[in-house]
């Protein structure tokens, strides 16, 4: 309709001109006489169109009785979001630093997705440093950079993220000049990595431990006896001696001894001792005749460095020092993760590698009725954990730890094995490599060619890693996705990412976060506070229709937000 009307316009002007060229007569003005001037009209000042007012959404519990700690989250302007708590939390900075599942998405893209996972692991939506272009499901990913990426640009042109189960294998593939790093370098690896000239080994110093879970919900471990009997049966250190590497060390305590406040000094577990173990259980009225069942999958991990040899090892302790009856079940991780999260394992191996650097990280994601991996949550635990939490002070928060230490051997939620070593290795022709405890600088290695290619463990089991707690996942995610804080290059400090600064009130219940300006999604979206707000509802409203994601848990907003979700119904 609007091209009709220019063409006709067109055509009237165009007469009117043809009319005037052919010599019409003009038509002969009477003489007038002049008319006084007339006064020019006022001018019209244009009115004033006034922006519209930004609509920031909010997210609210509806009291703090929930059992959670958000009480609110607000968009209180385009880039200003405002987090409201009802008890401190002091931790507010390294928390939201720490996992991809803090990562800032598009509120567009959340919506156009309806929140399902397979939307983002086919076209993910991220302010990070690369986009994906390919992933060749059960082989490779393929990265690029992000042309809107708010930040230093990557020194290489694309970034491989390869995966293999097997340490021997991704090494080979290192020596053979197919890879340029890999990660879960084992002991057995780490000599014929100091023997060639052109491979580097990268330790890396972070805090992490391997224990098997013994859930409350399912016998005989609805017998506290019988979990304690069962710590008391394993002998950690010959553990360690046969398979972990040089610097490794057996456990003692829930926590490691470099996790302050935290770690008790002068305090240790019940000591190795399999006939004190057996005559607990016969006390307790064992069945001597059962079968238990240990359950664990094979990633390789710094704390699990060989999967298999491990669990076999225990099993094999288990038996001979208590005369009982132990098989092994093998699980696939992406069915494992998610069984015993859901507390369907009787006895199982699972690990922990420090998000960032506060006890929280540890006691609260463990022992509060957030997780269900390990039954009924201890109350006595959890009152002393939820308070310790919310100090400032680390002698106070001390004080409440070393009141928690025994009593988790008391309980024995869990058996703690060991805490291993970490080393990464890369070739020697790869430049600019620094590892910090939570994070590789990807982006800023560089080789001869301009493609960094590395092999970790396992393949990632989504991109949209607000709802994963799995490692490989992260390092996908970290290259695509951005949060407010990151954790610096070969550090444990916090730095701002897409926030400019968050500043918290004087008691840590209120923390103002002001965001960058310009910064653009891969999609061309500019980020804005509402798709803070709205990444934080789909991890903590459970009446968000959006909170589709993977599993539909979004652990990690419940393990270091919670441990209740807004609206979460009762068990």
């Not at 509806?62 to 008890?87: H, L, R, W």
């Not at 014929?192 to 409350?216: H, Q, S, T, W």
């Not at 398979?243 to 577990?269: E, H, L, N, R, W």
């Amino acid at each position: 309709m609007k091209r009709s009307f220019y063409v006709l316009l067109s055509m009237v002007v165009l007469a009117s001109m043809l009319l005037a060229a052919c010599g019409a007569p003009a038509a002969t003005e009477a003489p007038a006489a002049e008319a006084p001037a007339a006064e020019a009209p006022a001018a019209t000042e244009a009115p004033v169109v006034e922006a519209p007012a930004y609509e920031g959404h909010k997210l609210e519990a509806p009291n703090c009785d929930y059992g959670g700690n958000v009480k609110s989250i607000e968009a209180t302007a385009e880039d200003t979001v405002v987090f409201s708590f009802c008890q401190p939390e002091p931790a507010f900075i390294p928390k939201v630093s720490s996992v991809e599942a803090f990562d800032i998405y598009d509120s567009d893209f959340l919506t156009e997705s309806g929140g399902n996972s397979a939307a983002f692991n086919d076209t993910p939506v991220g302010t990070g440093p690369y986009i994906l272009k390919e992933w060749v499901r059960g082989s490779y990913m393929t990265f690029e950079p992000n042309p809107n990426y708010f930040g230093e640009k990557p020194a290489n042109t694309t970034f491989t993220l390869k995966w293999g189960a097997e340490s021997a294998a991704r090494l080979t593939d290192l020596q053979a000049g197919n890879t340029s790093g890999i990660a879960e370098v084992t002991a057995d690896d780490i000599p014929l990595i100091e023997a060639d000239a052109n491979i580097k080994l990268y330790p890396r110093k972070v805090n992490n431990f391997l224990y098997i879970g013994l859930n409350n919900s399912k016998a005989p471990f609805d017998n506290e006896q019988v979990r304690q009997a069962f710590a008391m049966a394993i002998d950690k250190q010959k553990i360690v001696d046969d398979f972990y590497a040089p610097g490794s060390i057996a456990a003692t305590q829930f926590v490691p001894p470099a996790v302050k406040p935290g770690f008790t000094d002068g305090y240790s577990s019940p000591a190795f001792d399999a006939a004190k173990a057996v005559e607990m259980l016969t006390a307790a009225g064992f069945d001597f005749g059962q079968t238990i069942t240990l359950s664990y999958s094979v990633r390789t991990r710094p704390y699990f460095p060989q999967p298999d040899k491990i669990a076999e090892a225990v099993q094999a302790q288990l038996v001979q020092n208590l005369g009982i009856k132990v098989e092994l079940e093998k699980q696939e991780w992406a069915e494992y993760l998610p069984s015993v999260r859901a507390s369907e394992k009787q006895m199982f191996f699972l690990g922990w590698s420090e998000d960032y650097p506060d006890a929280t990280n540890w006691y609260d994601v463990f022992l509060t009725s957030s997780s269900k991996s390990f039954g009924t949550a201890y109350p006595d635990i959890e009152e002393l954990i939820i308070k310790a939490g919310k100090l400032g002070d680390a002698t106070e928060r001390q004080a409440l730890y070393d009141q928690i230490n025994p009593l988790i051997d008391t309980h024995v939620p869990a058996i703690v094995l060991a805490h291993g070593t970490t080393q990464l290795a890369f070739g020697a022709g790869v430049e600019n490599v620094v590892l910090g405890p939570y994070n590789e600088n990807f982006p800023q290695m560089n080789t001869a060619d301009g493609n960094v290619i590395f092999s970790q463990d396992g393949e990632p089991v989504s991109l949209m890693c607000a709802d994963e707690t799995d490692g490989s996942s992260f390092r996908a995610c970290n290259q695509l996705y951005s949060k407010l804080y990151a954790f610096d290059w070969g550090t444990a400090t916090p730095k701002p990412d897409l926030a400019e600064e968050c500043t918290g009130n004087e008691d840590a219940t209120v923390w103002t976060c002001v965001l960058k300006k310009g910064v653009v999604f891969s999609n061309g979206a500019t980020l804005d506070a509402n798709d803070v707000v709205d990444t934080f509802s789909i991890g903590l409203d459970w009446n968000n229709p959006l909170r589709v994601g993977n599993s539909g848990t979004f652990q990690y907003f419940l393990d270091l937000l919670g441990p209740k979700g807004i609206n979460q119904p009762a068990e």
